[in-house]
């Protein structure tokens, strides 16, 4: 089926569910927002997320829907009084992705696999030895569009700067100084952090050079926090326990530098332009690195990495273990030096391997 020349029209973008995936996501949204000008689009996307799509893409309508909700559920909601939709594209590859854009559009167009000849008007090839911000072009050019701009950034709303300043400052974090958030978390596999007790080893250090360590967590991530902040003897300022993203947003566009794991975090804050260094073990930073300039990447090549576990299949986790405090430090330095003096590194995150 010729799915170009269908702008503008009637259109839903179904997005990924993982806050990481989504921001990797957004120049392909951009591309789909931008080529159904004068139609009515509506982005799918989760709770979560919902609050900063709205302030990124004001021309789209914003629909949530909690993790693992029916297909069956979804596409009754999003369909509504005004029936199926034109065209549905899926940025997902799953199964119950490609069942509710088939339910909710009547043409739909997303990756080959996971029931796509069944349920796809039109299925695409995904080149999965680039970096996932790329997955979405075959897709965009199926239906007549540019390919992504890996490049693009949105400016942070100046709403969001403010309301991150303010939670800074309820964190106990004052204005001047070096602020350096850590971000110890993933949402989905304990493989992928670096150990707590090295954050808390780095935030002391941090600490004696006068520098103002906070640590950047989700709901229902305290405890975490407390484990980092241990390791100092100190009480550690906290952010993120009561944020949505749009509110992380803020926070992680008012940092110096941000040290994190493969996560939301990590995306969200090179997606505001905060330079960053991200820690890789069992995932590949060939395909999920913080997109932007500036960033560096350590990650130990392991023969047994990248192997995507959830758990480490050898029961030793030092693909991530084996990364140094001094090693993450010196990285943070050079980031920070760096954006203080407006050096500009190569359009990806630099590699560092050892």
Known sequence: MNLTGRFPTRLL????????????????????????RGGDTVLHTTPAMRRLLELLFPEARVAAARRKTSPFVSARALCGPGGR?????????ALRAKILVRLA???????????????????????????????????????????????????????????????LERAGVMEGGQVVGLAPATARAQARRWPADRFGRLARRLQERGMSPVVVVGPGE?????????????????????????????????????VANDSGP???????????????????????????????VLNRHLVCSPCTAHRCPLGHHECLRNIAVDEVDAALTKVLVAKGSGIDHSPVATLVSN
Do not use: Y
């Not at 990590?266 to 913080?290: E, I, K, N």
């Open 105 to 167: 559009a009547r043409s739909s167009v997303g990756s080959r696999g996971e029931g796509a000849m069944l349920l796809l008007s039109q299925r695409c090839v995904v080149d999965r030895a680039r970096h996932q911000v790329f997955d979405a072009d075959t897709i965009l050019r199926a239906l007549g569009l540019p390919g992504v701009d890996a490049a693009w950034r949105p400016r942070t709303p100046r709403s969001l700067v403010r309301e991150g300043r303010r939670a």
């Open 266 to 296: 990590m995306h969200l804050a090179a997606l505001c332009g905060t330079p960053v260094v991200g820690l890789f073990g069992p995932s590949d930073p060939r395909r999920t690195a913080p997109l932007g300039r500036g960033h560096q």
């Open 13 to 36: 973008v179904d997005l990924p569910t993982w806050v990481g995936d989504q921001v990797m996501a957004l120049p392909a949204v951009r591309v789909l927002v931008d080529g159904n």
């Open 85 to 93: 939709f034109e065209l549905g594209v899926t940025l997902r590859n």
């Open 222 to 258: 305290k405890q975490l926090a407390e484990d980092v902040a241990a390791v100092t003897g100190t009480v550690l300022p906290v952010v993120g326990l009561d944020l949505d993203v749009a509110a992380l947003c803020g926070v992680l566009s008012g940092l110096d530098a941000v």
